[in-house]
């Protein structure tokens, strides 16, 4: 092996993000023994083993991580095309992408966005995760593609773009003894309520807005999670504050009925995340391209009647 090309310098480049060589499969799109023997030239080329297996993964020599910041400028100077590995065409690709979502994107998203997918993409996989403090880690090093929600702490080194804007509704059961078709305040403050208590997502911002206005609730079920949030709404007499999307997702069986809130909540926005390192790869870049073609602008969510 006498020469190198752009392939072999994104190789090592996505072995050091992964710290895996099965891991850096789907980014290169070689097949595990193919990179190893790609590796084994490298080495032979270099007169450098270059990664050691490490209980942390595989882990860069002190020759290599010298190397690195060489390479990330050969990458540059090369890479003309913003397109690392080849073309991305998603009617022939198997590329697995990992999206960070919270449970009401899983919930209200997912489905929407797996529907569209299916006939331009149909190979492709997709893998869900859970958004948490985490996320921006993830993102940095390649092994979540997209993060969509809401989110105040994905700042510096990270790209964004919003969808939509989103609200809250009150969710009941549609044969609530006391609420039907409409909610007042006095009714709202004297009910028992359902909250969710997770740390870290949009939902701190709606704890934060009712403590503002003094609204205290009755709250005599905490749950980590919206999963299954249907079942126990319509077994109970709870009422629940959530995502206008959401509200309207579970309405449409016509065991929960969606409200107006009686007091003001400001809108917020729904927006998807990525790092600038893999801002100029073929394959994210045609997802965000996809996701933004088919959830942006989506029309303001009204209680179901």
């Known amino acids: 092996m006498t020469r190198l ?3 072999d310098l994104l190789l090592l480049k996505e072995i050091f993000t992964a710290r895996s060589i099965s891991a850096a499969v789907n980014q290169v799109g070689l097949s595990q023994p193919a990179i190893s023997i790609r590796l084994g030239h490298l080495r032979r080329h270099f007169g450098d083993p270059l990664f050691v297996r490490t209980s942390g993964g ?7 991580e010298s190397l690195l910041p060489h390479i990330d400028q050969a990458v540059l100077l090369l890479n003309t095309q913003g397109n690392p590995y080849r073309s991305f065409d998603p009617a022939e690709s198997t590329r697995r992408f990992r999206l960070g979502l919270s449970h009401i994107g899983q919930l209200v998203m997912l489905p929407e966005l797996m529907g569209t997918l299916r006939g331009i993409a149909p190979a492709i996989k997709i893998d869900a995760l859970d958004l948490d403090e985490l996320t921006a880690n993830l993102l940095e090093s ?16 990270f790209y964004q773009q919003r ?7 009150c969710i009941v059961r549609t044969d609530h003894p006391r609420i039907a ?21 949009g939902h701190t911002r709606l704890e934060k807005t009712l403590f503002e206005q003094g609204i205290e609730r009755n709250v005599t079920l905490r749950v980590p999670s919206y999963l299954g949030l249907e079942a126990i709404i319509t077994a109970t007499d709870l009422l629940a ?5 959401l509200g309207r997702t579970l309405a449409r069986q016509g065991k929960v009925q969606a409200l107006n809130l009686p007091f003001e909540i400001a809108p917020y926005e729904i ?3 990525w ?4 801002h100029q790869d073929a394959g994210n870049s045609w997802l965000r391209r996809h996701i933004f073609e088919h959830l942006s602008n989506l029309p303001e969510t009204f209680p179901h009647v």
């Open 58 to 64: 595989m882990m860069p020599t002190p020759f290599l």
């Open 163 to 169: 969808l939509f804007t989103e609200s809250y509704v």
């Open 142 to 157: 390649g092994k979540l593609d997209l993060a969509i929600g809401y989110a105040t702490d994905l700042q510096t080194g």
């Open 271 to 273: 927006r998807q995340y």
């Open 241 to 245: 504050i959530v995502p206008g999307r």
């Open 181 to 201: 078709g409409s909610l007042t305040r006095s009714q709202y403050l004297e009910e028992a309520h359902l909250a969710l208590d997770a740390p870290g997502t």
């Open 5 to 7: 090309d752009l392939h």
């Open 275 to 278: 790092h600038e390192r893999y």
